[in-house]
């Protein structure tokens, strides 16, 4: 199992970005998928999953209305649209294999936050 | 929200020592828990999942119980490359959360 995530960036606050985890070495379409951040020096916080077919999603109240998950099962990609940056949004986002716990990690990609 | 409290926050111990960390939820989960282990600059590596269930390829000196909202991960004898921060996290309700973790250090 192979998860690389990518897109993370310095943006200004009220930006937007978007991150994209490639998945590979497993059936990718089997799976729900989850994105987990984590604040400088600070611990995990889950922000959103995706069912499998990407029909149903969820999102922590910290990101609803302002993040959206998505997936595309044939180019075995998942993908985090962030809109309205703040600097609370500063963190390593990971991409994650499961729904209620995760056995498969990306390595992350940082995404700051700043003026 | 369901908020996971974690203690103790950090902890030293030594080698061969057992040690026992504890999770408590702030309403039933039932058996929706997990257990993570972190090292600095890594992403987190699963240890424990379904409160007791060892995941394959972690070493039997891990082991978790409790169900509802007393939980416990305990490591059974100390080793140095258990130096690491660990955190639980709850999957029976969203948004899903997580412990603020324990930092364990080796003496």
């Known amino acids: 199992v192979q998860l690389v995530e990518s897109g993370g960036d310095l943006v200004k606050p009220g930006g937007s970005l978007r991150l994209s985890c490639a998945a590979s070495?497993?059936?990718?379409?089997?799976?729900?998928m989850t994105w987990i951040r984590q604040a400088p020096g600070k611990g995990l916080e889950w922000i959103s999953y995706i069912s499998d077919t990407g029909g149903y999603t969820n999102y922590a109240d910290s990101v609803k209305g302002r993040f959206t998950i998505s997936r595309d099962n044939a180019k075995n990609s998942l993908y985090l649209h962030m809109n309205g940056l703040r600097g609370e949004d500063t963190a390593v986002y990971y991409c994650a294999r499961g729904q209620y716990s995760y056995a498969y990690w990306g390595q992350g990609t940082l995404v700051t936050v700043s003026s | 929200d369901i908020q996971m409290t974690q203690s103790p926050s950090s902890v030293s111990a030594s080698v061969g020592d057992r040690v026992t960390i504890t999770c408590r939820a702030s309403q039933g989960i039932r058996s929706w828990l997990a257990w993570y282990q972190q090292k600095p600059g890594t992403a987190p590596k699963l240890l424990i999942y379904?409160?007791?269930t060892l995941q394959t390829g972690v070493p039997s000196r891990f082991s978790g119980s409790g169900s509802e909202t007393d939980f416990t991960l305990t490591i059974s004898s100390l080793q140095p490359e258990d130096s690491a921060t660990y955190y639980c996290?709850?999957?029976?309700?969203?948004?899903?959360?997580f412990g603020q973790g324990t930092k364990l250090e080796i003496k």
């Open positions: 379904a409160a007791s």
């Open positions: 996290q709850q999957a029976n309700n969203f948004p899903y959360t």
């Open positions: 070495r497993f059936i990718f379409s089997d799976y729900y």
